[in-house]
């Protein structure tokens, strides 16, 4: 009998120093922030203006567009790119690449805006 216990408890306390304790996370604050990773940002000149247009899109979740909505607005009317661009590093995002945006009308081509395309840090 006391062979079967010292067996039991060697057992049992080999087992538990094994053991590993799980701490639970919050996935929805997660995916919270992961919702908005890349962002492609057009920006067009106004016609007579120094002023920049900008159209920010997310995705195509009710949320994503809502925010992609939000961000145009705020970046709308600024005179500068890199305005924007130091707008969008201040909400976490970082540059990934630079697009020419380019709109053939009539056979005539040529450069009518520059696309960004970020992502969250």
Not at 47 to 74: C, I, M, N, R, W
């Amino acid at each position: 009998m006391r062979m079967i216990l010292t067996i039991l408890f060697i057992t049992v306390f080999s087992i538990s120093s094994f053991s590993q304790t799980v701490e639970s996370t919050n996935t929805t604050s997660q995916a919270k922030e992961k919702v908005h990773s890349y962002a492609y940002i057009l920006i067009k000149g106004k016609v007579f203006s120094k002023k920049l247009k900008v159209s920010v899109d997310f995705g195509d979740t009710p949320e994503q567009l809502k925010a992609g909505e939000e961000y145009s607005q705020k970046l709308t009317d600024k005179k500068s790119y890199a305005a924007i661009l130091n707008y969008m590093v201040e909400n976490q995002f970082e540059l990934v690449s630079t697009l020419d945006y380019t709109n053939t009308d009539g056979g005539s081509g040529g450069t009518s805006g520059i696309v960004f395309i970020m992502r969250r840090k």
